[in-house]
Nanobody, 123 residues
Framework: SVQLVESGGGSVQAGGSLRLSCAAS????????MGWFRQAPGKEREGVAV???????TYADSVKGRFTVSGDSAKNTLELQMNRLKPEDTAVYYC?????????????????WGQGTQVTVSS
């Protein structure tokens, strides 16, 4: 089965930067649609960014201009560079993957999920 392994995350002061990485393993299929989602305490999960196999990326309005996604569709890897972090970015960040891409509000359609990594931004 497909496994998503995330790395990165941690604690940083507001205005700082962090980088998350995600790698898919356990499948010979290449070209997954991959994305980042996050969930803050007491809040619903929300989409951060989704990158399709062609490289086209959709960002949530709340992170546009601050977060950048990169990746390698052939290797099924995905990175999230987070700059100018704000306290409201504090959440558990999850990597997700599927053969199809879905809008942020259809996050539950993604077949594969990582274990999540904590990002904490202090003011």
């Amino acid at each position: 089965s497909v496994q998503l392994v995330e790395s990165g995350g941690g604690s940083v002061q507001a205005g700082g930067s962090l980088r998350l990485s995600c790698a898919a393993s356990g499948s010979t299929y290449s070209g997954y649609c991959m994305g980042w989602f996050r969930q803050a305490p007491g809040k619903e999960r929300e989409g951060v960014a989704v990158r399709d196999p062609d490289g086209s990326t959709t960002y949530a309005d709340s992170v546009k201009g601050r977060f950048t996604v990169s990746g390698d569709s052939a290797k099924n890897t995905l990175e999230l560079q987070m700059n100018r972090l704000k306290p409201e970015d504090t959440a558990v960040y999850y990597c997700a993957a599927d053969r199809d891409c879905y809008d942020f509000d259809l996050a539950a359609e993604y077949a594969y999920w990582g274990q999540g990594t904590q990002v904490t931004v202090s003011s």
